[in-house]
């Protein structure tokens, strides 16, 4: 399945900006699929993504603020509302 980012326009960390990049789900677990096919995807260099504390598996706040910025970008781009958004992944992050 070909991962696609709806808050990103460029393949740079979204932290840094780095340009060596991993691919991270922002809603994982049982959303997973459903964060790949609605493009519900941040890129991240290594630090930020699994390699440091620093990273996003880690870092508690940065995982709830990036889960609030693609909640927030995916209610405008697929123009839907809170609830829609709490019926496809069960919770309201914002």
Do not use: A
Not at 23 to 50: A, F, M, Q, W
Not at 72 to 88: A, G, Q, S, V
């Amino acid at each position: 399945m070909n991962r696609f980012s709806i808050l990103q326009d460029k393949k740079q960390c979204y932290v840094c900006g780095s340009s060596i990049i991993h691919t991270h789900e922002v809603y994982y677990g049982k959303n997973r699929k459903k964060s790949i096919e609605d493009g519900c995807c941040v890129y991240l260099c290594p630090r930020h993504h699994n390699m440091s504390n620093d990273g996003i598996h880690f870092n508690k706040d940065l995982d709830l603020k990036v889960k609030k910025e693609m909640e927030k970008r995916w209610l405008e781009y697929y123009n839907k509302t809170i609830d829609d958004f709490i019926k496809r992944y069960g919770k309201n992050y914002i």
